[in-house]
């Protein structure tokens, strides 16, 4: 059973920083594939970073260059940056294990079966 938890959303004002972290057992897995997604309202959720079992992080074009994701030990963190309004969110974190997701497929959800609950985060001043 993979098991996924997020926490460090929290209310912040435009121009802050925040981490997110993901308690996971995903890294035990030989093979593991995580990621970082957030859902805003009104639009589909979209994946911000991919990080797998060889050590690769990958984010997309949604991080714009503000976040950054990385593993601490048993966690998969997500850095973001000079954080705006049009960020705040539910950000989850996503696992796949045992196999790879198709390569021109990574960054959607529908390549992830395992999900945490979700962390919320706020931008406002």
């Known amino acids: 059973q993979v098991t996924l938890a997020e926490s460090g959303g929290s209310s912040v004002e435009p121009g802050g920083s925040l981490t997110l972290a993901c308690a996971t057992n995903?890294?035990?897995?030989?093979?593991?594939?995580l990621a970082w997604f957030r859902q805003i309202e009104g639009k589909p959720r979209e994946c911000l970073a991919v990080f797998d079992s060889d050590r690769k992080a990958t984010t997309t074009d949604a991080a714009m260059g503000r976040f950054s994701v990385s593993r601490d030990r048993g966690n998969l963190t997500l850095q973001m940056n000079d954080l705006n309004p049009e960020d705040s969110g539910v950000y989850y974190c996503?696992?796949?294990?045992?196999?790879?997701?198709?390569?021109?497929?990574?960054?959607?959800?529908?390549?992830?079966?395992?999900w945490g609950q979700g962390t919320h985060v706020t931008v406002s001043s």
């Open positions: 995903a890294f035990g897995y030989y093979i593991h594939c």
């Open positions: 996503a696992a796949r294990v045992n196999t790879w997701p198709k390569r021109s497929r990574r960054f959607w959800t529908s390549e992830y079966p395992h």
